[in-house]
């Protein structure tokens, strides 16, 4: 007999960071579809409160969090609401990122250190305090949002303090993921290509960068809700058991040409 794959979330719990909009509430959407109780945070109380007001709708558990994830004392207090308010700690999505559209040499030193203490802080401390929880339990799921910019570059798009970040991820993902494993905590990320969320509206918004995004993904789209979402949940379930320290590329294809 096999013991097929089991993609349920039931009886879970799962943090997701940047969860008010976009990437992030889908995902936080998709694992409490999938059977998890889900703590959701933002860095704007209403946006936070609405995303988990969905999740309760869903008939699943929710609390939510309005804290920046670059204050490491709130992350921790974070991870600790988790477990206070829904029982545990299963999952943890590190979502929230933050860019600035400026060519490198417009770049500020306010821009850099936004960018930088969102995107990579944020990441690190937030699995730190994750996974402080999880070593107990002897297991535990680290899903990081990368970014297809972490291994291309698009002539005319702007990226290099986010890109910078984005790989760093990456690597920090394979990092945790030796580091944990002793701990059966499996680290994996996803890098999404373009998708229509708030992130990116203005870029989409211009005809002219629409049509040379779609024209460089193979699939010709941008992504939609499903294509993170499925990634996801397979990520953060038992069927992925053996898979840790890898990024998949959700693009479309981009990071192929």
């Known amino acids: 007999m096999y013991a097929y794959p089991k993609y349920d979330l039931k009886s879970k719990v799962a943090v997701v960071t940047g969860a008010g909009q976009g990437l992030g509430?889908?995902?936080?959407?998709?694992?409490?579809?999938?059977?998890?109780?889900v703590l959701v945070n933002a860095l704007h109380r209403e946006s936070?409160?609405?995303?988990?007001?969905?999740?309760?709708?869903?008939?699943?558990r929710s609390a939510f969090v309005a804290a920046d994830v670059s204050d490491v004392e709130a992350v921790r207090a974070?991870?600790?609401?988790?477990?206070?308010?829904?029982?545990?700690?299963?999952?943890?999505?590190?979502?929230?990122g933050v860019n600035v559209h400026k060519p490198a040499i417009d770049v500020t030193p306010e821009d850099f250190t936004r960018i930088v203490d969102i995107n990579a802080?944020?990441?690190?401390?937030?699995?730190?305090?994750?996974?402080?929880?999880?070593?107990?339990?002897?297991?535990?799921?680290?899903?990081?949002?990368?970014?297809?910019?972490?291994?291309?570059?698009?002539?005319?798009?702007?990226?290099s303090v986010y890109a910078m970040t984005k790989?760093?991820?990456?690597?920090?993902?394979?990092?945790l993921a030796e580091e944990w494993s002793r701990f059966n905590i499996n680290v994996n990320a996803v890098a999404p290509g373009y998708f229509s969320t708030p992130f990116v509206e203005d870029r989409l918004?211009?005809?002219?960068?629409?049509?040379t995004i779609v024209s460089s993904t193979?699939?010709?789209?941008?992504?939609?809700?499903?294509?993170?979402?499925?990634?996801c949940v397979f990520l953060a379930s038992a069927a992925s058991s053996y898979i840790t320290g890898q990024t998949i590329c959700i693009d479309g294809g981009r990071t192929v040409l």
Do not use: H
């Not at 974070?78 to 929230?96: Q, S, Y």
């Open 25 to 37: 509430k889908w995902i936080a959407l998709a694992l409490a579809d999938a059977g998890a109780d």
């Open 48 to 60: 936070a409160e609405k995303t988990s007001a969905e999740i309760r709708q869903m008939g699943r």
């Open 78 to 96: 974070m991870m600790a609401t988790a477990e206070e308010e829904l029982g545990g700690l299963d999952i943890l999505v590190n979502n929230a």
């Open 121 to 159: 802080k944020g990441v690190f401390f937030c699995s730190q305090a994750a996974a402080a929880r999880m070593m107990p339990r002897g297991a535990g799921k680290i899903i990081n949002v990368a970014s297809s910019v972490a291994f291309l570059v698009r002539a005319g798009i702007p990226n």
């Open 167 to 175: 790989a760093g991820v990456v690597m920090l993902t394979k990092a």
């Open 205 to 211: 918004r211009d005809r002219e960068m629409y049509n």
């Open 218 to 231: 193979p699939l010709g789209r941008v992504g939609s809700p499903e294509d993170i979402m499925g990634a």
